[in-house]
């Protein structure tokens, strides 16, 4: 984001990453975004299931599905606007969810990288591509604070981390939880004339309303 906002720059990480060198605690250098699509799980004996994301990253994805498959276990997963994605199962996130590690190259993460950017836009209602500072037209977003208080922001500054947003309304205190659209965050830092919002792995178990 800008100097008074953290950004990750998913892209460059993403080129980093081989599928040869990459272990877990690089893979986890990615945040998971709070992004749910439908999809089809494939186990190692061809059989089809049903799952649904929780979170996702370009590196890993958290899955629920009815039927789970092992921890180790190789898995292909086909879902809504992302398409075809390979790894094996890392471990149980609880009842009903499994955390599992993509296996693919560099490139593919890149690619990846870039479909989450423009699902995380639909999901804050911005059709357009949104990569870092926003210079020509102003994109809002409706935003709902744990407090009650909801009213449009104007977008800043964007990426898969958080995002910065700019309004004439007093500033909510640091560490609210708020909806940006259809994704969860917490107030993060006060700047002038807004405040920056980091995006939560998971929604807050009271969301904003």
């Not at 007093?170 to 700047?191: C, D, F, M």
Request: glycine fraction near 10%; charged fraction near 25%.
């Amino acid at each position: 984001m800008s100097n008074t906002a953290e950004k990750i720059d998913f892209a460059a990480a993403a080129r980093r990453l081989t599928a040869s060198q990459v272990g877990l605690r690089e893979r986890r250098r990615f945040r998971r975004m709070p992004i749910e699509v439908n999809g089809r799980m494939l186990d190692t004996l061809g059989r089809e299931h049903d799952c649904r994301t929780a979170d996702i990253s370009p590196g890993d994805v958290r899955i629920a599905a009815p039927t789970l498959p092992r921890v180790g276990e190789r898995v292909v997963l086909y879902l809504d606007g992302i398409g075809r994605v390979s790894g094996n199962v890392a471990r149980t996130c609880g009842e009903g969810e499994v955390a599992i590690i993509f296996d693919f190259t560099a490139h593919k993460r890149e690619k990846l990288a870039e479909q989450l950017t423009l699902a995380a836009n639909r999901s804050l209602g911005i059709e357009e591509p949104v990569r870092g500072p926003i210079r020509d037209g102003a994109q809002t977003v409706r935003l709902a604070f744990e407090t009650g208080e909801s009213y449009d922001g104007e977008v800043l500054d964007f990426s898969l981390a958080g995002m910065t947003i700019r309004s004439q309304r007093p500033p909510p205190l640091i560490g609210v939880w708020v909806r940006a659209g259809a994704v969860y965050g917490r107030v993060a830092r006060l700047i002038e004339g807004g405040f920056a919002i980091d995006f939560a792995p998971q929604k807050p178990t009271a969301p904003p309303p």
